[in-house]
């Protein structure tokens, strides 16, 4: 290690935390040493007498159990899993030049290279050690790790494994990539000091031991053991808990201040690729990839989005000089042999982790290319919202015409969602029936109530059709068929699926919410079929109308007014200048 200030507080706070272990295990030899020291004064002659006769036979029971349930928990601590981030690893012959530039980052950098590279689709890279037995053997190479030294593999030696946020495999140049890793690399020097490794094998033992004690489903008998491990492995996480983050402060702070001298001038100006990275990849994720992922359908090539997206951003808000001849300069993303390739394994993986879908394409759960996206997603969507507002107001009983005289028109029609939504609320609701009831395994929240405890915006009409529709939507998805899985099942993730989706990016969405996204989705579809409008992908606002090529003005504030007051002439008037006609029968699927 070296004599940066923060590796020698990384250590001194590593030598904090093993003497936590030490006094652990201290105490759980106390009994048995007194019992030791009992039995010696009685061969001896000294501690001699009934009393004494009484005390051996007391302690050493205890002794006894105090060294099984030490010796249990410790076999707990040694052998629960730790966490694994979930990643696409990254073999050397897939990505030769990204291994060699890291090799030659740590050689410059006097610390030992990373033992494997992954990816995770997230804008962050971080160091992971995955050297415990339960994450599988290490990568075997010709040589010893990535330093090209020969010699055999030893697990408790194993430099962590480096993970790479891909957004910033396809955004940044080669150089800018290099000075954001240059920190990340350097903080493999601390990590292989023996006090520091012991310590972090430690504290992810207790971490691991904890969640082990709080998995569901067991025996009372068990369920009362692991409460009693879970209680040990909490109180020393406590009185550990403090140094331990301090120990890793110190680690980040040496590692920075061990990378200053590798392009530091060109850091500065990568940090800023980092913050445009991430806000393009959250855009990307929410208005683009979540329709398409509630859909069944999961974008293959997000991280080529995120360039377009980010490309986008740049020429709307002019976020960065030189944005044209940075472009020119040679991207992360060809030290890949198969960027595609990687590209769709990191997107399905995006697809799991903040949506939770299967980890296999199936005839449910298809991959989209951004060509097919505007028809296989957006027009889909909007059709399959329009189809169910209708199923849901002939549910309802609603067959309301702006003038009785008038037939109601054959097929469904723009024309008849808007006439019932203006309806004044007395109206509505002599022509509404109750919704449909809703099976008891099914959790719908048809609250009209915001957060701060007031009643949300809208007419009687609005909160009984937005009701209705949450009713409708709750029945489908209880209803759905579950993915068939293979017969051939894959060796388990080192996460558990249960807990998927781990980072959800949205919560779910209101009754008002889902009402504004089918009205809108109505109007889209009139557009399509009245006014030749088709559909299209803004890459920073998600699906977008185009009537010419051109993107239509924004129709919210119509939709809003019309949802909101039950006044239909603001969203009339921009099907007018739009030249779409209401009442004309749509197609629907």
């Known amino acids: 290690m070296g004599v940066e200030a923060g590796a020698q507080a990384a250590r001194s706070r590593a030598l904090a935390v093993l003497r936590v272990r030490s006094r652990a295990l201290a105490v759980a030899l106390l009994p048995a040493a007194v019992a030791v020291v009992l039995y010696a004064g009685d061969t001896t002659g000294h501690l001699v007498g009934p009393g004494w006769h009484a005390a051996r036979w007391t302690v050493t029971p205890l002794a006894v159990l105090v060294l099984l349930a ?84 030893r697990r408790t030696t194993a ?90 402060r110190g680690v980040a702070a040496a590692a920075a201040e061990r990378a200053q001298a ?74 890949l042999e198969e960027p595609g390739t ?30 097919e996206y505007p028809e296989e997603v957006v027009d889909r969507k909007w059709r399959l919202d329009a189809a169910r507002l209708h199923r849901v107001l002939d549910a309802q009983g609603i067959h309301h015409t702006p003038d009785p005289a008038t037939p109601a028109t054959a097929g469904p029609t723009l024309s008849r969602v808007l006439d019932y939504l203006a309806t004044p609320p007395n109206t509505a609701a002599a022509s509404a029936v109750a919704p449909a009831p809703v099976p008891a395994d099914v959790d719908v929240d048809v609250d009209v109530e915001s957060e701060d405890g007031e009643s949300e915006p809208g007419t009687e009409a609005t909160h009984t059709l937005a009701a209705a529709l949450t009713t409708e939507l709750a029945r489908e998805e209880s209803t759905a068929p579950e993915a068939k899985a293979p017969d051939t099942q894959p060796p388990p993730p080192p996460w558990d699926d249960a807990t998927l989706p781990l980072f959800p990016l949205q919560p779910p969405r209101t009754a008002r919410e889902l009402l504004t996204d089918h009205v809108t989705a109505m109007v889209c579809c009139a557009a399509m079929d009245t006014a030749g409008a088709t559909p299209g992908l803004d890459w920073l606002d998600g699906p977008t109308l185009l009537i010419n090529g051109e993107r239509t003005p924004d129709l919210a504030p119509g939709v809003l007014s019309l949802i909101e007051d039950g006044d239909p002439a603001p969203l009339r008037h921009w099907l007018t200048q739009a030249g779409i006609r209401p009442e004309k029968p749509l197609r629907l699927v």
Do not use: K
């Open 70 to 153: 030490a010796a249990g928990i410790a076999l707990v601590v040694a052998r629960a899993r730790p966490a694994v981030s979930p990643t696409v690893a990254i073999a050397e012959e897939s990505a030769p030049d990204l291994y060699r530039m890291v090799r030659d980052l740590a050689e410059r950098l006097d610390v030992p290279a990373p033992s494997a590279i992954a990816l995770t689709p997230d804008c962050d890279s971080w160091l992971e050690d995955r050297t415990h037995p339960a994450h599988g053997p290490p990568p075997r190479t010709d040589r010893d790790e990535l330093t090209g030294a020969p010699g055999a593999h």
């Open 159 to 248: 430099a962590p494994v480096l993970v790479i946020g891909s957004p910033f495999l396809w955004w940044m140049r080669v150089g800018e990539l290099r000075a954001v890793l240059a920190p990340v690399v350097a903080g493999t020097g601390p990590s292989a000091h023996p006090d520091i490794a012991a310590a972090r094998r430690f504290v992810r033992g207790l971490d691991a031991a904890v969640a082990v004690s709080s998995t569901s489903g067991r025996c009372p008998l068990t369920r009362a053991v692991c409460a009693g491990v879970g209680w040990v492995a909490r109180l020393l996480l406590r009185s550990c808990r403090e140094h331990a983050a301090l120990m890793e």
């Open 262 to 335: 590798v392009d530091y001038g060109l850091r500065i100006v990568a940090q800023e690729q980092v913050g445009l990275a991430y806000a393009g990849w959250d855009r990307l994720l929410t208005r683009v990839a979540l329709p398409a992922w509630r859909m069944g359908r999961w974008p293959s090539r997000l991280d080529a989005g995120v360039v377009a997206a980010l490309t986008e951003l740049s020429r709307r808000d002019r976020l960065a000089e030189g944005f044209a001849s940075r472009l020119g300069e040679r991207p992360a993303c060809d030290l």
């Open 342 to 371: 990687i590209d769709e394994a990191a997107s399905l993986l995006a697809a799991r982790l903040f949506h939770g879908g299967p980890a296999e394409p199936g005839p449910d759960w298809a991959p989209v290319t951004w060509q």
